[in-house]
């Protein structure tokens, strides 16, 4: 699978340094971009993992200690190395949020999205194989935003204008990437997900559907998450 690894890798490597030439103001303070200092992980995790014909799950945008982190998707530092078994360096990063540093897989913090999506996948699988024969989980956005507070700040907050300019770039990565991997369907982890992914999909054939998201900030997640994720994945004939 190593040519469909260099094939992933070259529209990642597009998008990440496009979205660096993006400029973005107030509320947005820090711009963090995992794809560019996290990118040995990354690949191991695509080199590993991604798989021709497999339905894909694609997320919001990282989150500052999961992908931010480590380079993965819902990328919890725990799950990454003692389950996915990923590993690889990190370039430095200049500016960085003081309460939001990068540590990379020496943080401490954990990502709760993550432990639960990746905690599904052990807990249901068993291992990493069965589950990546099935799906490959994907990113729609690169980017981390934060305000100067330190505050998370999820692309659907953007100004209009560089939303815009950030959702053309996304979509026609997201596009580029499922049809690359000859995607049989995309799961949108949340709204925002599935509505990126049926723009970028448009005319492509591949359908879409959604799971709930992970987030601690959803009730329905904290009332059992992988339980609802499992139901509604079965309801979509993927399990």
Not at 52 to 71: C, D, Y
Not at 96 to 107: N, T, Y
């Amino acid at each position: 699978m190593r040519d469909l690894a260099t094939r992933l890798m070259a529209i990642t490597d597009g998008l990440s340094a496009q979205v660096d030439r993006l400029r973005f103001g107030p509320p947005v303070e820090y711009v963090y971009n995992p794809l560019a200092y996290a990118r040995a992980p990354h690949r191991d995790y695509v080199e590993k993992y991604a798989r021709p014909g497999v339905a894909l799950w694609v997320g919001m945008n990282p989150g500052p200690f999961g992908m931010a982190q480590t380079g993965v998707p819902f990328g919890d530092v725990a799950m990454v190395r003692d389950f996915l078994g990923v590993s690889g360096p990190l370039d430095a990063l200049p500016r960085q949020h003081p309460k939001r540093p990068i540590r990379g897989f020496e943080c401490a913090r954990s990502e709760v999205s993550g432990t639960r999506l990746w905690g599904y996948a052990r807990d249901r699988f068993g291992a990493p194989r069965p589950f990546f024969e099935k799906f490959f989980v994907v990113n729609y956005c690169p980017l981390v935003f934060m305000a100067e507070s330190g505050k998370n700040i999820t692309p659907d907050k953007l100004p209009a204008a560089e939303a815009e300019r950030l959702t053309a770039l996304c979509d026609e990565a997201l596009r580029r990437l499922a049809l690359e991997m000859n995607a049989r369907f995309m799961v949108g982890v949340g709204a925002f997900a599935r509505r990126a992914a049926e723009r970028a999909l448009g005319g492509t054939g591949i359908p879409v559907g959604q799971i709930l998201h992970p987030s601690p900030a959803s009730p329905l997640a904290n009332r059992g998450w992988a339980e609802a994720a499992h139901r509604q994945l079965q309801i979509l004939q993927l399990v």
